[in-house]
Nanobody
Framework: QVQLVESGGGLVQAGDSLRLSCAASGGTFNNYAMGWFRQAPGKEREFVAAINWSGRKTYYADSVKGRFTISRDNAKNTVSLQMNSLKPEDTAVYYC??????????????????WGQGTQVTVSS
């Protein structure tokens, strides 16, 4: 069973950049597809980005495509989300998630088995 801990959230202005990190422990990291999700107040948790076990395949929500980049370092058991050109509508708690998967990476909340505690990202206008 893998444990996930996010970091890197904070308060930034519109147009700024932020990099989130997720550290995994307790499992064989390169067995897992990884995802980032976010949840704004009063809204459902939504998909942001995902990456397969090798890092060769990535997936993005249309709302972040071209602005966010997901990456992973299997040697360091980490997955990152580089967020550029941030907008106020990106404000949310961001969650890292993991699921054992040997091909692709899921984009639906229910497909992930393990979750971090979340990190707050606030973008002011």
């Amino acid at each position: 069973q893998v444990q996930l801990v996010e970091s890197g959230g904070g308060l930034v202005q519109a147009g700024d950049s932020l990099r989130l990190s997720c550290a995994a422990s307790g499992g064989t990291f390169n067995n897992y597809a990884m995802g980032w999700f976010r949840q704004a107040p009063g809204k459902e948790r939504e998909f942001v980005a995902a990456i397969n076990w090798s890092g060769r395949k990535t997936y993005y929500a249309d709302s972040v495509k071209g602005r966010f980049t997901i990456s992973r370092d299997n040697a360091k058991n980490t997955v990152s989300l580089q967020m550029n050109s941030l907008k106020p509508e990106d404000t949310a708690v961001y969650y890292c998630a993991a699921v054992i998967r040997d091909f692709g990476a899921p984009t639906l909340v229910y497909e992930y088995d393990y979750w971090g505690q979340g990190t707050q990202v606030t973008v002011s206008s």
